[in-house]
């Protein structure tokens, strides 16, 4: 009798989740299919994604990580021995407990990434344990946009394309034809198909700039010059929201008078936009509203002029009239459940005053920037997320393992994240990883950084485990589902691994759920919602309400904006307060050097990968086998480069070998992939799967010193490089 049956579940290939149906026989999945009961939105997305077909081959693939392994030689040796999760779990908590009592609790740093895993256990734990050093990538990844949109508007905000409402897009440094935003794709494409004004902003001309009205080619670094030229001619020709500014906007006079030297001709010598183009994109933007502005990782990774270009966007967002308002964007509000600050305790962990490695250095990613900003938020009653928000600086953590300054971290915990691959410098973190005495990664597969670990711990993947997105605790939304089968071999959801090494330390009080699905049911009590209900339907959502601020308060007044002035902060009181420029103010760039006369972008991604996941899939490598450096085609002829030769591409850090293409974008600028390595090569040193090769971080710098002092970005886009044939 067959006990063949379907169950209802989620993929994890990306941050979408979508709802899947799981045909599963025997607690092996068999094939998966697209749910369109639960997600109306999942056969847009899916028609296109190369990703979800691939489950079942991923869930037994020959190259996953099934046991816990040991290091039996020396680091980087290749040479394991299985153990079982019991004498992990002993071992690696009796490690942490000695390293602790010689160096205290700052001792353990962890690495994350995603979007393999849910965090905040890694963060209930180092709370429990006292360590303020866990780390990824969120000072070039999110984190920006985030500071800013509080500072100014006291809330981050969601942005709206919808075809039915929207009049005029822009999509700054964001590229949703490749990237994971399917669904929003799919709303691009009708967009613009419809003859609305859809305009792109990258260096590139991307797919999505391929079918915009305008694309505004702006050279690497320069954002925030071309967005305050914008400003600039909105202004001069009076096209912004004058009864919003007047009666909701602060500091709009400073900001005139700080506009005068963007004129289009100066952003145009500067950029390389089109003094017209400028002029043409301020008036769509202004006078067709309501209008969105999107931006993504290509603003977040300019290091020094990051902040200010998020700032000059978020201005212009305001005082045209395109906040909160349906159609362009809305300010999110706290979840009605227990968000992730409320699950990794780390309000009362902060009560103790800890210090990060990066702590005293920054004016705002620290716990006492995040405390400074809290007393703003706190005027609408709302709490940003704290772990990340106040997540140590990677270049410092790095240094601290080498040089013990300014104490000693000996320890690392990496889950869900590959930081040879995907941080900045990876000459210095294979350094750093090297002369650890306590090394764990949690993995799916053998990574770069897992070779070179003391245990490798295998995490439950797709199907394998409950999943429960809630963006941070920055919006009120959650969606997931629960598992289809049981871990395959002896994998494990993280929640167990970070819940087995806390009861190990004393934490027993602190972990009082038996299995992660009730630890998931307990974040959504204040709904009233089992687990098992929430995954029937798999999506909880708060209708937007929009212009917020024009609510009455209990004392019948408007709610404002939870800022120092309750207006938008166009001039800000509070990066004053903190030594900050109060309005935004690009740094210039260095100028071109001799020796590496090139600009370089490093982040470029590209499908079916997921930043440095999925390589081992032969299917995947058919469609895209080979890294490649883009470049136009002008650069490449002056440079005697030919398309489809291999090339080496150089900075002062390193170099990296990749293929040439060519394709249309800003002259002498070269944009080269992100996160390639080679599964295929030997998983030992030297080899270490080929991480010496084709990886962008060979070219790159995250030095804690010439990052931006606030946030600590450091810089993607934008290195001086250099283009060789191989």
Known sequence: MSNRKTVPTNCRFCGYQCGLIATVEDGRVLKVQPDANRFPYNAE????????????????????????????????????????????????????????????????????????????????????????????????????????????????????????????????????????????????????????????????????????????????????????????????????????????????????????????????????????????????????????????????????????????????????????????????????????????????????????????????????????????????NKRLPMRYLTSAHPNRVWKAMLTGDPYPIRSMIVMASNPLLTQADTELIYRALKSLDLLVVLELFETPTAMLADYILPSAGVLERPILETKAGVANTAYGGDQAVEPYYERRPDFYFWKGLGLRLGQEEEWPWETYQEALEYSLSPLGYSWEDFSLFGLYVDENRYKKYQEPDAEGHPHGFATNSGKVEIYSEFLKEIGGDPLPSPRQLPAGEKDFPLILMSGARFQPYYASSYHQLERFRRMHPEPIVEMGPETGKRLGIDEGCLVDVETERGKGRFRAQFTTMCEDVLSVEYGWWYPEMKASEPELGGIWLSNANLLTSGDFETSDPLVGTWTYNGISCRIRKA
């Open 45 to 380: 997305i899916m028609r296109g994604c190369k990703r979800w077909p691939m489950i079942a081959e991923v869930m037994d693939h020959p190259q996953r990580i099934n046991y816990p392994l040991k290091r039996v030689g020396e680091r980087g040796s290749g040479q394991w021995e299985r153990i079982s999760w019991e004498q992990a779990l002993d071992e690696i908590a009796d490690r942490l407990q000695s390293l602790k009592e010689e160096f205290g609790p700052e001792v353990l740093a962890t690495s994350i990434g995603g979007p393999h895993t849910t965090f905040w256990p890694l963060h209930r734990f180092l709370s429990l344990f006292g360590s303020p050093n866990n780390m990824g990538i969120g000072q070039i990844c999110w984190n920006p946009g985030i500071w800013v949109n509080s500072i100014t508007y006291g809330w981050p905000v969601d942005n709206e394309l919808y075809p039915d409402k929207t009049e005029c897009a822009i999509l700054w440094g964001i590229n949703p034809s490749q990237s994971d935003n399917s669904l929003f794709w799919h709303a691009v494409q009708e967009f613009a198909g419809s003859g609305k004004k859809l305009i792109v902003v990258d260096p590139r001309c991307t797919g999505t700039a391929e079918i915009a009205h305008l694309w505004l080619p702006v050279r690497p670094g320069t954002d925030a010059v071309l967005a305050l030229g914008l400003l600039h001619v909105i202004v001069k020709e009076n096209l912004y929201d004058q009864d919003f500014v007047s009666k909701w906007c602060h500091g709009f006079e400073q900001l005139v008078n700080h506009l005068t030297i963007y004129s289009p001709s100066y952003v145009e010598e500067i950029t390389g936009v089109k003094a017209e183009d400028v002029i043409e994109t301020a008036r769509l933007y202004a006078q067709n509203t309501p209008a969105c502005l999107y931006s993504g990782r290509g603003i977040d990774q300019l290091g020094l002029n990051s902040f200010p270009a998020h700032r000059a966007l978020a201005i212009l967002r305001a005082i045209t009239g395109n906040l909160d308002v349906a159609g362009a964007s809305h300010l999110g509000e706290m979840p009605d459940f227990f968000s992730e600050l409320e699950l990794e305790l780390s309000e009362p962990f902060a009560e103790k005053k800890p210090q990060s490695v990066s702590q005293e250095k920054l004016s705002l990613q620290s716990y006492q920037g995040y405390a400074k900003l809290r007393e703003l938020t706190m005027k609408h």
